[in-house]
């Protein structure tokens, strides 16, 4: 283990900061997930990346394998196929945070029809689907291995607020300060929130809690501390309650058309699911089921944007993103991040991400009645 954690350290050390952090956040989601995921379900998982070589495959009574090892792929791959970069953003057309905020309004999305997360993510769980109940057509172990490394990294996506906003390429093209450092708007989301919180997590989470499923998902892996703290303080337990409070209980329904058979599932059962027939899907991005339900979740993290993500500073001429370099606008400040922090609005999104992603798994992979 010890040469495992050493291999860790140099490999983050060889990469640019910003990849390196931004993988966090997608291993924090499937981390979070695998740790709600029934054993079975977690079983059937892993046997379909086994043959992928990044999977760690784990023996003795560690978990059989760790979702987190392919949750970035998707990334890797994104320049040598080209298709697939756009499957992870979507655009409404005129969305301009933080003063107008479209999801979409009335001029729909921009872009290539279906060439989106929310449909990516219809598209790989039904590839899923197929194969979980044999169906030979699309049910081919590779095909299968590449829609589940999808899946676990489009989840994360979601739930990443600029990656549902097409203003400035998703905050891309918005220089900013932090910590006196250049960077931009998309990256403090994707990365230099996250190494904040992970850098400042308190050392009584650096020891293992009393949550079994949780533990066995870990991989000796810099944020493992962090991620206890927000199970740990986020859900609470049956002493004490958490952040959430019964909030979270309803992270898994979904608020569509079709929700009035999803009010008949608790989320507890949703998470171990049992396997029930569910109505088709109709046409993309209205196709909200009860169980796989991308738009109603991301409605109100895109809002997000207009609300806390854009600094309306942004606009001002002064300080916008092509204002003379010293003059960047810095965002590590309580005003901006302070409230970000206090609200655990980063953490709520990697929870939701992690908690969306097993039921999801659940769901699809339930062992047969
Ligand atoms: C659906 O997912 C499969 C598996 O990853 C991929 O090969 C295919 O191109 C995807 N289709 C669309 C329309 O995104
Ligand atoms: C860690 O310390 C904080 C107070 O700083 C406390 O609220 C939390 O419950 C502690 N966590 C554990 C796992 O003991």
New binding site residues.
Partial sequence: MRAFIVAVIVGLGSLPRAIAWGAAGHEIVATIAQSYLDPQVLNTVCSILSSDPSVDQVRGDGAPCYLSTVATWADKIRFRARWSAQLHFINGAGDHPPDDCRYPGPDGWQGKERANVLDAVHNVSSILTDFAQGSSSSGAPELAQEALKFLIHFIGDMHQPLHLTGRDRGGNSDKVHWDNRVTNLHSVWDSALIAKAIRLT????T?P??LPTLESSFRDAIYDPYI??II??GFGSDQ?SGRWGSEADSWLECPSPESAVAAQWAPQEVLAAPRKPRPRSGPPLTSDSDVICPYGWTAPIHKLNCDVVWPPELDNPETHGRAPRREYLELDTPKYTGRIEKEWIVEKLLAQGGVRLAGILNYIFAPQQ
């Avoid at 308190?202 to 989470?205: S, V």
């Fill in positions: 308190p050392r009584n989470y020891r809690v009393a206890r703290r740990w303080e004490v």
